[in-house]
Structures are given as structure tokens and as C-alpha cells.
């Protein structure tokens, strides 16, 4: 599915992003990419799909080399790349529905993309998105009128209607609650396996990592330092990745852990397609 061979960057100001990153990924696999801020994995998961051009080494997708790829190749390529960003990247005055519509337009020619004129297959789509996200009731609200959970929520339906067969995943938590971080998580990998699509999630929350991937990769000064199961993270191994740190829960702080066990027991029946 992907295999990255030797992948370097080097940016422009001289500093070095990744450093001979080898790595595969399967069809139908989960794996969450970890690591301190610099450690390359947001130009990782850009050199897949070029938004981010990588200087050294190859990337290969269903088996054809992505970094020889022509302009046009390259376009028709990403239509197969869904791609799930942090600040949403939404159209703030457009509708729910068009901005998941968006996700069709590589599909559809100039002047239908130009005046948002879909195929009524694409349309019926994006109904069945939103309802499998729990979004169907807001199809017509404008973008600025969401939550951040709704909005990341109407992030993926459009990654998902490009019908990708590899989801690149860029912090979908970050600027989350802790709750609503666990729901978007939880359907990213829902609708992963679903559609038996390979997945690649860069995360700063570890402990998401450990509870929804099927394999964590972590990445030091754009090298890969663990690649392994969510289980073998243990103290050492965080150390190897993050530096010296006291992995456990502060003993000085019994209110906050209170609060996480708190946010674990409410969440534990939450229905996987509901709007936050």
C-alpha cells in the first residue's frame, strides 16, 4: 500500500525534517505516529502526498513511485490520499454539505466544481456521510456555525467522499476537548476499518495513540525510533522518544487524575456517530 524508502527533507533554511525514514504501511492498518514537536511527522505525512516535496529518497504508493509522479499524475493520485488536517481547513461561509462536496472535486470537470454543480451519486454520498457521522441534521448550517468536533467531524466525511484508499491524518485533536478527542478518534478508525483503508494519524496524545492504533511509530530528530505495538510504549521506550520524563501520573496532582477517570467513565457509552 505505502512504502517510504530512505525519505529525507532538508527545508530551504537548512534544517533537516527527516533523515532516511523507511517505513510500510498495509492495507487496513491504523498506525498512529508519535513524537515531540520538530520530530518530523507533520513533513512526513505532507512528503506522502507532496504537499510537502521531499529531497531525498522514494515514496511509493500501490507500488508506483509518488516522488517521480508528473503534475497531472500527481493530482489524480491524490484523490486516493485523503487528508485530515488540524485547523479543519473548511470553507467558513459555505454550507456542511458543499464543504464536504469538496472532496469531489478532483473527480468533476472545471465548470462543475466553479458553479458546485455535483452528480446526484455524489450528493446522495455526502447524505450518507453525514449520517454515518451524526452530522445529517446540520446538512445546511454554514461552517462558521459549528464546534470544533462538528467541524473536524465534516473533515473527514470529505476526505471519505474523495473514496480514498489512505487517510493522512494531521493532529485531528489538537484544539479538541478531551471527550470530543476521543470520539474523533474513535470514528477516524471506525470508518478506517470500515473501508479496510490504510491509515497514518499524527498525534501528540499518547495515550490516544495506545488506545486506538493498531501499531505507533515514533519518530526523534526525523528518525524512526519505535515502531512497535501500542503496548511495548513503556517508560524506556517514552524516554527514547520524548527524553527523561517521570512517565507515571503526579502524585502531587489527585484532582486532575480524578478528572481523567471522570472523562473515562462518561465516555465509555458514547455512541460512535455523535455530534459533540
Not at 446538512?139 to 467531524?153: F, H, I, N, P, T
Not at 494519524?201 to 519505535?226: C, S, T, W
Not at 489527585?254 to 478528572?259: D, E, R, S, Y
Request: hydrophobic share 40%; with cysteine; aromatic share 6%.
Amino acid at each position: 500500500m505505502l512504502r517510504l524508502e530512505a525519505l529525507h527533507k532538508r527545508y530551504a533554511t537548512g534544517e533537516v525534517a527527516l533523515t532516511g525514514v523507511d517505513l510500510e504501511v498495509p492495507k487496513g492498518q491504523v498506525m498512529a505516529l508519535i513524537g515531540p514537536s520538530g520530530a518530523g511527522k507533520s513533513t512526513l505525512i505532507r512528503c506522502v502526498n507532496r504537499l510537502v516535496p521531499p529531497t531525498g529518497g522514494r515514496i511509493f504508493f500501490n507500488n508506483e513511485d509518488v516522488t517521480r509522479l508528473s503534475s497531472r499524475k500527481l493530482l489524480k493520485m491524490r484523490r486516493q490520499m485523503g487528508m485530515i488536517f488540524q485547523e479543519f481547513a473548511l470553507v467558513e461561509r459555505l454550507s456542511v454539505m458543499e464543504n464536504v462536496l469538496s472532496g469531489r472535486l478532483g473527480y468533476v470537470g472545471f465548470w462543475r466544481s466553479f458553479l458546485r454543480k455535483f452528480p446526484q451519486s455524489d450528493i446522495d454520498e455526502a447524505f450518507r456521510l453525514l449520517k454515518r457521522i451524526g452530522l445529517d441534521h446540520m446538512v445546511d448550517k454554514r461552517a462558521d456555525e459549528l464546534s470544533g468536533g462538528q467541524r473536524q467531524r465534516v473533515g473527514i466525511a470529505r476526505a471519505l467522499i474523495q473514496d480514498p484508499q489512505l487517510l493522512l491524518v494531521d493532529e485531528p485533536t489538537a484544539s479538541l476537548d478531551p471527550k470530543t478527542s476521543r470520539q474523533i478518534m474513535r470514528l477516524i478508525c471506525e470508518l478506517a476499518h470500515e473501508r479496510n483503508l490504510a491509515c497514518v494519524i499524527n498525534i501528540h496524545d499518547v495515550p490516544l495513540a495506545k488506545m486506538f492504533a493498531q501499531r505507533v511509530v515514533g519518530l526523534r530528530l526525523g528518525e524512526i525510533v519505535y515502531d512497535g505495538t501500542p503496548e511495548g510504549l513503556n517508560d524506556d521506550v517514552l524516554t527514547e522518544i520524548y527524553g527523561e520524563e517521570d512517565w507515571h501520573i503526579n502524585k502531587y496532582a489527585p484532582k486532575a487524575a480524578q478528572q481523567e477517570s471522570s472523562w473515562d467513565e462518561e465516555d465509555t457509552e458514547e455512541p460512535a456517530a455523535m455530534a459533540s
